[in-house]
């Protein structure tokens, strides 16, 4: 493959379409993933890779944007939720616990009646999040709608299906199809990261 054939954007071109994300070194670090995909493109278009390469490139795709979508999901929600617009106990999972149970009478020498105090437990939103949390609560914060909420969660079951020791058949099933899809749910959700961002900043 010669280099007159291998064209991928600089960096900083492609940082201008991310600006809408001001946190650096994420837009950084998100080009620079950006950019091996589309490296990757150029090597799948240029040379005729055997089936078992191509379906390794193809995979590396498909994490890489899921990758890239799933931190500009994280990032929208950690800006709302910094901006003060969302309560991350509003649209975190919680659980109920327990922390005062008082006897309160015998039933019998087996069976007491007790009456306990329970309080909800939220689950805190780190940089540590995972996606299928993330994209449930951009549902209950209203930042994707259902038919949204579905592709991006197709994107990361899509990812999920990448993983060897989970599989019951020889992994040699994905093909250029499969990353046309991850790129188009990419694009719009992207898409509207970007556009709820540029509300969030208005506001």
């Known amino acids: 493959m010669?280099?007159?054939?291998?064209?991928?954007?600089s960096q900083k071109e492609l940082e201008s379409r991310f600006s809408f994300i001001n946190n650096k070194v994420l837009r950084v670090n998100?080009?620079?993933a950006f950019r091996y995909i589309?490296?990757?493109?150029?090597?799948?278009s240029d040379l005729k890779l055997p089936g078992a390469i191509l379906y390794s490139l193809y995979?590396?795709?498909?994490?890489y944007t899921a990758t890239i979508v799933e931190?500009?999901?994280h990032y929208c929600l950690k800006?709302?939720?910094d901006s003060g617009q969302l309560k991350s106990t509003d649209i975190m999972p919680?659980?109920?616990?327990?922390?005062?149970?008082?006897?309160?009478?015998?039933?019998?020498?087996?069976?007491?009646?007790?009456?306990?105090i329970r309080h909800k437990v939220s689950e805190h939103f780190t940089d540590k999040t995972q996606f299928k949390t993330l994209n449930e609560a951009c549902l209950k914060a209203n930042l994707f709608d259902k038919s949204l909420f579905d592709k991006a969660e197709n994107l990361r079951n899509i990812r999920n299906n990448i993983h060897l020791v989970a599989l019951k058949r020889t992994d040699d099933y994905y093909?250029?199809?499969?990353?046309?899809?991850?790129?188009?749910i990419a694009k719009t959700i992207i898409e509207r990261v970007e556009n709820k961002l540029m509300k969030l900043q208005k506001i």
């Not at 995979?59 to 994490?63: N, R, S, T």
């Not at 093909?175 to 188009?184: M, S, V």
């Open 79 to 81: 800006e709302y939720i």
């Open 30 to 32: 998100i080009v620079i």
């Open 59 to 63: 995979k590396d795709i498909i994490l």
């Open 175 to 184: 093909e250029k199809k499969d990353t046309q899809e991850a790129f188009e």
């Open 38 to 44: 589309i490296f990757l493109i150029n090597i799948e």
């Open 94 to 116: 919680y659980e109920w616990k327990d922390s005062v149970c008082k006897d309160l009478y015998l039933i019998s020498e087996d069976e007491k009646v007790c009456g306990v």
């Open 2 to 9: 010669s280099k007159s054939n291998l064209i991928i954007p």
């Open 71 to 73: 931190s500009c999901i």
